[in-house]
């Protein structure tokens, strides 16, 4: 199995099996939203389109940020901390992120899109080596190494890479990785947008055992939770 790595300025190029990697927090937040309930998270890119669809579908909840800031008119915001204790059970989620719902939106030419984070990064693997796809991308959806941002990505596909190669990794080096990534350095405890809560949730590897995956249906992007 080879292993290549795209972020939002590539993937639309990448085909096959691709992974898009959003630590902080889309996809750790969307794996959240399984865990209480939710059955389907429709991703989309633009918060015009996450209206329309709350419209569409009355009931549905819109989940999302610009900037890690919760969006005027949103239901809930990027933390996967304020979900807890929440009654999530037969809601439709409507998630709209600057870089882990992009990345989707973008990956227009891959066979199977699978959404993850260290929280799901086992089931993940497991999942992928079933599949036993001769290449698999890491879509680094929050990777901008010019403006220094997007390491936590890189370190969970480190991960990935280690698991599908029966390698070993240091978990605590993984977690300072996180912690010393400048997304990670907003997480200090001075803005609601950015609860400490958050991290114990983001480090916490494996917590669930499921993988993610995206299916096409009806002209939406729809991401369910499935079993290994």
Avoid at 7 to 36: M, N, Q, W, Y
């Amino acid at each position: 199995m080879k292993f290549a790595r795209a972020d939002l300025k590539t993937c639309a190029e990448s085909v096959g099996v691709v992974v898009a990697i959003d630590v902080l927090r889309a996809f750790t937040t969307a794996a959240c939203f399984f865990a209480g309930g939710v059955d389907e998270i429709i991703l989309v890119s633009g918060v015009d389109e996450a209206f329309a669809l709350r419209e569409r579908f009355p009931g549905s909840l819109i989940a999302g940020e610009i900037d890690g800031i919760q969006v005027q008119g949103f239901d809930l915001g990027n933390s996967p901390a304020a979900l807890t204790g929440l009654d999530l059970r037969g809601r439709r989620i409507i998630q709209r992120t600057s870089a882990g719902t992009q990345g989707v939106v973008r990956a227009q030419k891959a066979d199977i899109i699978l959404t993850a984070a260290l929280t799901n990064a086992a089931a993940t693997a497991s999942y992928i080596q079933k599949l036993n796809p001769p290449e698999v991308t890491f879509l680094l959806t929050g990777y901008f190494p010019k403006e220094g941002w997007g390491d936590e990505d890189a370190a969970c596909a480190d991960v990935f890479e280690a698991l599908l190669t029966g390698a070993s990794f240091d978990k605590e080096v993984v977690t300072r990785r996180v912690l010393a990534s400048r997304s990670g350095r907003h997480y200090d405890g001075t803005h609601p947008s950015f609860p400490l809560a958050d991290l114990d949730i983001v480090l916490d590897f494996d917590r669930f055992d499921f993988a993610m995956q995206v299916f096409k249906e009806n002209g939406m992007l729809l991401l369910r939770a499935v079993s290994q």
